[in-house]
């Protein structure tokens, strides 16, 4: 049984005249006669009396709502996929780091909005190893991440470097820490550290550079917001390893320091967008794409010229 034949058939149904189903379905006569004879031998079952006029038989008529339903069926989901690719989606949804969310996406969120006005725009703020899963699993159409490349291997997945940022570290202002103008990780190590949850990128590796340095990263507390992060060093015990990027606030900020590191050389961490290759082709995803890579922070733009 053939999706053609089921048209063939309703066509017959709807106008009581194989000619005009013929017409109707852009074939000829003798095509569609074809069609309905293969599909009553399928069915084992007549489905018209062949007369002047093209009346269903009783098994015709048990047969015609279950073929409209079909048929409708099938004019929905190609209508939708052409929409699809015409760039007449309803949503698209976006997976960001906070840091991103905070100070680089909002250009980029507005000008999309005004581009695509009827797409309802969806951002979630998410950790990296957790945006990447999302993506993985459909459920947002493009992720802007801190690097996995556990997870961004594969075939259908299109990766795009943004930029590299260095780590730094982030103290209350009377810190022992912020009398250095660059912290030596020998004297970072002795202090005890608010970290990101597990399942952030940032998490992971912190945690490798202590283990290559073969010392103990004393994690005392985790949290997911960067609001979080600067209220708990802002007491004066811990410190916090961040990005350069999530640090903005905590330059302007007199109760906290914003120090390098001594010897930062490789202690970077590479920000990503990631989306698949089938999303890729859709318009409003390309145009999103486009805009995040016409809007890399300054600071950052250079670097990229140089890779």
Same mark, same amino acid.
């Given at each position: 049984m053939r999706l053609e034949q089921l048209q063939a058939f309703l066509a017959i149904a709807q106008t009581g005249s194989f000619q005009q189903a013929a017409r109707k379905c852009g074939v000829t006569q003798s095509t569609i006669s074809r069609q309905i004879?293969?599909?009553?031998?399928?069915?084992?079952?007549?489905?018209?009396?062949?007369?002047?006029?093209?009346?269903?038989?009783?098994?015709?008529?048990?047969?015609?709502? &279950?073929?409209?339903?079909?048929?409708?069926e099938w004019q929905t989901a190609t209508q939708e996929l052409t929409d699809l690719m015409e760039?007449?989606?309803?949503?698209?949804?976006?997976?960001?780091?906070?840091?991103?969310? !905070?100070?680089?996406?909002?250009?980029?969120?507005?000008?999309?909005?005004?581009?695509?006005?009827?797409?309802?725009? &969806?951002?979630?703020?998410?950790?990296?190893? &957790?945006?990447?899963?999302?993506?993985?699993?459909?459920?947002?159409?493009?992720?802007?991440?801190?690097n996995n490349r556990f997870l961004t291997t594969g075939k259908e997945m299109v990766?795009?470097?943004?930029?590299? #940022?260095?780590?730094?570290?982030?103290?209350?202002?009377?810190?022992?820490?912020?009398?250095?103008?660059?912290?030596?990780?020998?004297?970072?190590?002795?202090?005890?550290?608010?970290?990101?949850?597990?399942?952030?990128?940032?998490?992971?590796?912190?945690?490798?550079?202590?283990?290559?340095? #073969? !010392?103990?990263?004393?994690?005392?507390?985790?949290?997911?917001?960067?609001?979080?992060?600067?209220?708990?060093?802002?007491?004066g015990e811990l410190v916090a390893l961040l990005p350069y990027s999530a640090l903005m606030e905590a330059r302007k900020d007199s109760t906290l320091a914003v120090r390098p590191l001594a010897d930062n050389s490789g202690f970077t961490r590479q920000v990503v967008m990631v989306t698949t290759q089938d999303r890729l082709q859709i318009p409003p995803i390309q145009n999103f794409w486009r805009l995040v890579l016409e809007h890399i922070p300054p600071q950052f733009q250079q670097q990229r010229s140089a890779s």
């Open positions: 004879q293969s599909l009553e031998a399928d069915l084992g079952v007549e489905l018209f009396h062949r007369s002047s006029h093209a009346k269903l038989t009783l098994g015709g008529e048990c047969l015609l709502p &279950r073929v409209r339903k079909i048929c409708q760039g007449k989606q309803p949503e698209l949804c976006i997976a960001a780091i906070h840091s991103l969310c !905070a100070s680089y996406l909002p250009p980029v969120l507005q000008k999309f909005c005004h581009d695509y006005p009827e797409v309802q725009l &969806r951002v979630t703020s998410l950790g990296s190893d &957790r945006a990447l899963k999302v993506l993985k699993d459909g459920l947002v159409d493009l992720a802007i991440v801190m990766v795009e470097v943004l930029y590299e #940022e260095s780590i730094e570290v982030l103290t209350a202002a009377h810190h022992p820490l912020a009398q250095y103008e660059s912290i030596p990780w020998s004297e970072l190590v002795r202090y005890p550290q608010v970290v990101f949850k597990d399942g952030y990128g940032m998490q992971r590796l912190v945690q490798d550079k202590f283990e290559r340095l #073969e !010392a103990k990263l004393q994690a005392a507390l985790e949290v997911n917001t960067l609001d979080a992060f600067r209220g708990v060093v802002r007491q």
